[in-house]
């Protein structure tokens, strides 16, 4: 019996469109047969197996330590590894697995997909017929699992309260200090990072309440601040949001549960067309122009001394083609001032031998 077709056909159909999306916009480097066949046997090592960042004690994410508290309850033993100690493993599993995130977890070798999923099956049950049908041992209560930690030990009345404020907001920030006032460099940098993404967040001063301060630590087994949590799940310090805006990661979390609205192919030509008072569009770069246009469009700015941005379309064919539809103009380059297109190489042109291109593009 197939188990959990639902939501495994799912991940199937995500993981395939994942890896024709990536070699449509580009050739992926390959992995290498060794590479490969150490994946296959992390993968197979366990009957579960959970990729994570950190240890089961010290998970260094939020969503590790909520696939981890799933297992948990869950009452299955298994195996993990912690691919930050690991860039090989950590990189190549994604291309492996056709799956851009982590964690990852696997019944029997097989994918069943990230935190959501998880969650998701949990909830409804899913995740329990998947393991009875592959034979995965359920183990007793009084045993441990994965040696992960028994309850906190936390009064009931401090239990509730901490529940209580992290679902307060959807996103929550247990900080030091305020938003406006951060008392530390951690919580300072978490609080620019989200007003960068234009999140709403409400705040904890965590030096305000020791015993808010004292019990989180156990209550998350996250032990410094600050803490961000996301619609009830710890996402971590400075350091995870940090790591996870740079990738991109965090952004797409917030989409993912509505925080924030997700961002469209067109909404992304807008904000390149907007990053610059005067863009060019163009093949190759203004010292490396990949085509006579293009370099001609790029002389021309330079010759009436216009400051510009510009955008490598060859880089991205995505945007090569939506752009080509948005603008409704077929050829490259196109050169764009405050977000309205000028035109291509010969209305440049024209305008400049008219001693109109300055003009057009300071006024």
């Known amino acids: ?121 949990h909830e409804s049950g899913e995740l329990k017929e998947v393991f009875r049908d592959h034979g995965v041992d359920i183990i007793g209560t009084e045993q441990g699992v994965g040696g992960i930690s028994e309850p906190t030990g936390l009064s009931r009345n401090l239990d509730s309260r901490l529940r209580s404020l992290i679902n307060s907001s959807p996103v929550m920030l247990f900080m030091k200090g305020k938003p406006d006032e951060p008392k530390c460099g951690f919580s300072h940098k978490v609080v620019e990072i989200l007003k960068q993404e234009k999140v709403d967040f409400e705040s904890f001063d965590i030096l305000l309440d020791d015993e808010v301060r004292q019990g989180l630590k156990v209550f998350s087994n996250w032990s410094s601040y600050p803490q961000l949590y996301i619609k009830g799940d710890l996402v971590g310090g400075s350091d995870i949001v940090l790591e996870m805006q740079k990738s991109g990661e965090l952004k797409r979390v917030l989409a993912e549960k509505g925080i924030i609205k997700k961002e469209t192919p067109d909404d992304r030509l807008r904000k390149l067309i907007s990053s610059s008072p005067v863009i060019l569009f163009m093949k190759g770069t203004p010292d490396a122009p990949r085509c006579g246009f293009s370099s001609k469009v790029v002389n021309a700015l330079r010759e009436e001394g216009v400051s510009f941005g ?52 300071s006024g």
Not at 322 to 349: A, H, M
């Open 310 to 361: 510009s955008f490598d379309i060859l880089t991205d064919d995505e945007v090569r083609q939506r752009l080509k539809v948005f603008s409704n103009w077929p050829t490259f380059p196109q050169l764009y001032y405050k977000g309205e297109l000028i035109g291509g190489c010969d209305i440049v042109l024209e305008l400049r031998n008219n001693g109109e291109l300055k003009a057009t593009l």
């Open 1 to 121: 019996m197939a188990a959990g077709p639902t939501v495994l056909e799912t991940i199937q159909d995500l993981a395939k469109e994942n890896g024709s999306s990536q070699m449509g916009n580009q050739v992926q480097p390959r992995l290498s047969d060794a590479l490969k066949n150490r994946l296959q046997q992390l993968i197979d090592s366990h009957p579960v197996m959970l990729f994570m960042k950190g240890s089961p004690e010290e998970p260094k994410c939020g969503f590790s330590r909520k696939v981890v508290d799933i297992l948990k309850d869950e009452r299955v033993k298994f195996g993990t590894f912690d691919i930050l100690s690991d860039n090989k493993v950590r990189d190549g599993l994604k291309k492996f697995s056709n799956w851009p995130t982590l964690p990852q977890l696997y019944c029997k070798g097989e994918l069943l997909g990230g935190c959501d999923i998880a969650i998701a099956m």
